[in-house]
């Protein structure tokens, strides 16, 4: 079943951009939700105002950690997808404030709201120590975090169970992997995921009927893949079509990948090493 009202959160970040032309549909809103202009459109309205008559796209400007804000916002929406947040590696405080508490909030609200379905954007990260030996990651693989970031993704999952659980709220968590306009490493190669190719992820995460709780992955239908199931993926009805392989010639210079390099060690890449330790905040006098 299409939702006629969409909620997304985040959305004047990369993937949010990607996705409002992607999900637009006759007969459908999305209401934009972020703490900054989102291109292309006026000015968001505080959340709670009246909107001026039914527009397709219908901006917002409030902060997922506002409770208030993001219960008003989710009023009259059939589903919520949940991109909103810091988007890589941070300091403890940042990533509790805004990626955790923000996450619980956008559940919170939309439970108070009577939103049927949350789609969450979450991430490789949340099981970015799982080594080569284990790929293909399984949907249902355990938290193995790789940083403070994959942490809050691992969190939101968690938030998303437990909602769905005592709430019956409908939640399907996205383990996105490298989701750019095109990729932009060797590594990609494997990890990338097309914005049509996430526009139509989104789509079957949205229609689909009745996904009760389920944890999935995010990526096209690459040559080198196999890093992950799209088991999951493929049974919301996801069609994955781009493949990261047209870029290759480009990206490897006639060479191929280094299998010791230590960024294929491990789904998380890089974030698993060393120089992504999260910044250690100043001793208090």
Not at 32 to 38: A, G, N, R
Request: net charge negative.
């Amino acid at each position: 079943m299409s939702p006629s009202t969409i909620v997304i959160t985040g959305a004047a970040g990369r993937i949010g951009s990607m996705l409002r032309p992607r999900l637009a549909r006759p007969g459908r809103r999305l209401r934009l939700l972020d703490v900054v202009p989102v291109p292309g459109l006026a000015a968001g309205r505080p959340a709670g105002d009246a909107p001026s008559g039914d527009p397709a796209e219908e901006p917002v400007t409030a902060s997922v950690t506002d409770l208030a804000a993001m219960t008003a916002a989710c009023a009259g929406a059939d589903t919520v997808i949940h991109l909103g947040g810091i988007p890589t590696e941070d300091a403890w405080g940042p990533i509790l404030d805004v990626n955790i508490n923000g996450t619980y909030t956008v559940f919170e609200a939309a439970r108070r709201a009577g939103v049927r379905r949350v789609v969450f954007a979450s991430s490789n990260h949340a099981v970015g120590f799982v080594s080569r030996e284990s790929f293909p990651v399984a949907d249902d693989a355990r938290p193995e975090p790789d940083t403070y970031y994959g942490v809050s993704k691992a969190a939101g999952e968690a938030l998303a169970a437990l909602y769905a659980a005592r709430y019956g709220l409908e939640a399907v968590c996205v383990r996105i992997l490298s989701c750019f306009d095109r990729p932009q490493s060797a590594r990609m190669l494997a990890t990338w995921l097309s914005p049509d190719d996430a526009g139509r992820l989104f789509e079957a995460c949205v229609s689909a009927p009745a996904p009760g709780f389920r944890v999935i992955y995010g990526v096209s239908a690459n040559t080198r893949g196999g890093w992950v199931s799209l088991d999951g993926a493929r049974a919301l009805g996801y069609q994955p079509r781009d493949n990261a392989e047209d870029y290759a010639a480009q990206l490897l210079d006639g060479g191929q990948p280094d299998p010791a390099d230590p960024v294929f060690r491990y789904l998380g890449g890089e974030f698993t090493l060393p120089s992504r330790d999260a910044p250690i905040p100043p001793r208090q006098a």
